[in-house]
């Protein structure tokens, strides 16, 4: 067994809604500092279709990512075979992506990252039990795949992260 630690692929819903929702940099600052650290250490990384995802729009968000020091994946031969290996495992991953929306565009990527990396997927999507869902999950293909997946609040489990609170002014 590896004394390595786990390296994690974060899915661009962890950070977006991070940012926007629960972890705003205006009042939990840290929790950015540890993504930043923790990509310094290279345990985590975002696809670069993530990336474009996220620096699509000029925002604080993307600024923040642009000089973070979470590195960013490229496509090369060995993710794509993988993502060829998850297409041609069952027919239904090609619902991985909602093209009519032009939505989803990075899932199948996050998927074949982390399967090229040996990581573990970190994302906000939940495991879909319904038989009768248009559009399977990232956790559905990771479950088929064999791929580990994990929530971003798993992931601060995992980590034992702690962040603490004070009353400024």
Request: net charge neutral.
């Amino acid at each position: 067994m590896s004394n390595k630690p786990q390296l994690y692929c974060l899915d661009a819903n962890v950070i977006i809604e991070a940012w926007q929702k629960y972890y705003s940099p205006k009042f939990c600052p840290s929790y950015w500092e540890v993504l930043n650290n923790l990509g310094k250490q290279g345990r985590l990384f975002i696809p670069k279709n993530v990336s474009d995802e996220i620096t699509r729009t000029e925002d604080d968000l993307a600024k923040w990512l642009k000089t973070s020091d979470i590195k960013i994946e490229q496509i090369d031969g060995n993710v794509t075979s993988c993502l060829s290996k998850i297409y041609a495992a069952n027919p239904l991953h090609k619902f991985l992506v909602d093209n009519t929306r032009q939505r989803s565009l990075a899932d199948p990527w996050v998927i074949a990252h982390a399967m090229n990396s040996n990581a573990c997927v970190v994302t906000k999507e939940n495991f879909e039990t319904a038989a009768n869902s248009k559009r399977i999950k990232i956790p559905n293909v990771c479950q088929n795949m064999g791929i580990r997946w994990i929530n971003d609040f798993a992931l601060i489990e995992e980590l034992n992260l702690k962040f603490s609170c004070e009353v400024i002014g």
